[in-house]
């Protein structure tokens, strides 16, 4: 929790502000809004089987989930989705349509609210990188022990999907 204000350093304490306690500025007045971490993830289907990579680090470390990470204070999460698959798989790929946005507040670890996308491959080629140590096409029935609550959901609803060979082909 924040503990001094980023505008004056002056200690912060808890106040009724806008609704609710929120830690504000006996100084200079400063509220302070503690803002949710977002993460754009992609879901890519190529011949029925969907795309994961194994976390290698904690939190969850060790289980599996989209491509995904974190989206920057200046980044569109559309581009994020993307450079996140890119970093962590070497794959580039298009944004086909959003699938769904899930919040996961009160979770510890990860993301407060998630931003799932389809994509298709464009290029690259499939290597595990970044925060990912391996990846991996998994059917509806062969999907491995999955990370985080909104990956669960939106697995969980892919896998109700009907799946057709060759549904994502890539390039």
């Known amino acids: 929790m ?3 204000c980023t505008q004056c ?3 912060v ?15 200079c007045g400063h509220v302070h809004f503690i803002d949710p971490k977002v993460a754009a993830a992609v879901i890519i289907e190529q011949a029925g ?9 904690d939190p969850q470390k060790g289980l599996w989930v989209p491509p995904g990470g974190f989206v920057d204070y200046d980044e569109n999460p559309v581009h994020a989705a993307i450079r996140e698959c890119r970093e962590e798989t070497g794959l580039q790929v298009e944004i086909v349509e959003l699938l769904d946005v899930i919040s996961s507040v009160g979770q510890v670890g990860g993301a407060s609210i998630v931003i799932f996308y389809r994509a298709r491959i464009a290029g690259g080629a499939l290597a595990a990188n970044d925060d990912a140590d391996r990846v991996s096409w998994f059917g509806p029935d062969e999907l491995p022990e999955l990370a985080f609550e909104p990956t669960k959901v939106v697995l969980g609803r892919w ?12 390039g």
């Open 2 to 4: 924040i503990k001094f």
């Open 9 to 11: 350093g002056g200690a």
């Open 13 to 27: 304490e808890e106040r009724f502000a806008y609704g609710r306690l929120r830690p504000v500025c006996p100084t």
């Open 49 to 57: 089987k969907v795309l994961l990579t194994r976390r290698a680090n």
């Open 159 to 170: 896998k109700a999907e009907p799946h057709r060979p060759n549904a994502n082909p890539q």
